[in-house]
């Protein structure tokens, strides 16, 4: 078989796999995988580095399906490919990270593929995908990542971190805001290593893009500061791989490529429509669709003889040399760069560096008191220079939320300066907890800030958070009744009982200074789990710990500040934070 006829053979078998696992769930969306075989069969078995073997090696091109309703586009490439299973300890488990009886059962309970890639449940998912807008997003992170870890770790003939990052879109995606908030910010840092690929087929839900999604996307995208380049047929490999090479010489600008394609492709009754998108095509629709692949109609979740053996020779032979030799370069820089090395070793590990609380403050009894974030800024400048991959930053409130780094040497992350450790968001919030995701997803410790009232807008990014059990920081100010001047749009009353409803999201609200400290002793110790810090803008007043309890306790989650005599009290008060 000639190695064109095995291309059309994997994109097919994706196709027919994703076709038959929505329509046996009875659930699920056909229609963009079966436009995008060809482009996710590309990108993976030609394009991207990424040992399926071991599936986190730090120098592995980064897949993001940003689009996560076609989830069945990962677990065909996932399984196809062979990709093995890691544990939430990184550790290979020498499984498969998804089977074929896990794509018969999609959408099922337990199964490992389900509705929408998952992060830790899936191994080779980047990110948790689903809610539109959020992959591409968490992408300018890992990019954000991308450069700040070459420019600090990478030395004259050492380039560890040398990656690029995918991230597959649709129209929803770049309709929702937090889209747009992310390519502005991305064109602005030119993050030059990350590629958006936009599945321009004019269809969503509702029906074509002429009712809802007009604009002339490659103009908004120029005018973000983007290289933009077009392929006008989503079947036309050559075409494709052509594209994601001119991507790969880009060293100025993120780049969109703006994928021209056909929902459905192939469904003689569905192909260009919206009835494609969301549901099953129907027995007879499925069977005359496989006809027109030239696929045995009645076969179901058929993997024709040689098309796995097509992806070991593809992805698996490249990844496993591309793997092997950052290995090897590893092995070299340790022996150049061995302080360097450690830290890489303890960063991936999510591991803290020997002495990280050292000289952070304690605060003495002050009836007057110190605001929680003044307190907070004091420890944040004390955690960044004891821990080097420690990095955040503000929404524009940096001034008043007290996030900025001061310490010499700690800089800005701009375009020119790549190893500064305050990052500036720009009044883009939703976007701002999303990168930190993409930056914690990197290994990297990083926090967020912008007052307590806002933090709605960054709800749905934190939210995924919790559910990938990141250990994201988030710092939100000005927490009550006490910013009283702005009024009741800046007055947050029902946020902190909505958060503390998050599952798996760690709120802390510290009543005085020494509790800013010991909170961020629990949180810088947390692996798994994401932490929000809401502190007060206003001077809380230092308790005097040689009479009350010790601040330590903050770690119980709860503690008895003062007791009653005798240990029988009347009545319990019971508060937070301010």
Known sequence: MTDDALDLLAINTIRTLSIDAVQQAQSGHPGTPMALAPLVYTLWNQVLNFDPEDPIWPGRDRFVLSNGHASMLQWSVLFLSGTKAVNADYELVGQPAVTLDDIRRFRQFGSRAPGHPEYHWVSGVETTTGPLGQGIATSVGMAIARKWLGSRYNQPGFDIFDYSIFAIC????????IGSEAASLAGHLGLDDLCWIYDNNHITIEGSTRITFTEDVTARFQGYGWNVLRVGDANDIGRIRDALELFRHE?????????????????P?????????????????????????????????LVPEGVREHFSAGIGARGAAAHTAWKRLFADYEKKHPALAAEIDSMQRRELPTGWDRNLPTFPADAKGVAGRDASGQVLNVLAQNIPWFLGGSADLGPSNKTTLKFAGAGDFQPESPSGRNLHFGIREH??????????????????????IFSDYARPAIRLSALMELPAIFVFTHDAMGDGEDGPTHQPVEQLISWRAVPGLVVIRPG??????????????????????????????????????PAAGLARGAYVVADAPGGSPELILIGTGS
């Open 269 to 301: 009754h569905k192909q260009d429509t919206s009835a494609a998108h969301g549901e099953p095509l129907g027995e007879e629709e499925v069977r005359l669709t496989k006809l027109a692949y030239g696929w045995p109609p009645d076969a179901k979740f």
């Open 251 to 267: 060293t100025q600008r993120p780049t969109l490529i703006v994928l021209d394609s056909h929902i459905g492709y192939g469904s």
């Open 170 to 177: 649709g129209d929803g995606c770049l309709m929702e805001g």
């Open 431 to 452: 976007a701002m907890a999303a990168i930190v995701n993409g930056l914690s997803l990197s290994k990297i410790r990083a926090f967020g800030a912008t007052f307590f």
């Open 512 to 549: 005085d200074a020494n509790e800013v400290v010991e909170a961020y002793r629990v949180i810088l110790e947390l692996k798994h789990k994401p932490a929000m810090l809401v502190l007060s803008r206003q001077p809380l007043p230092t308790l005097d710990r040689g009479r009350y309890a």
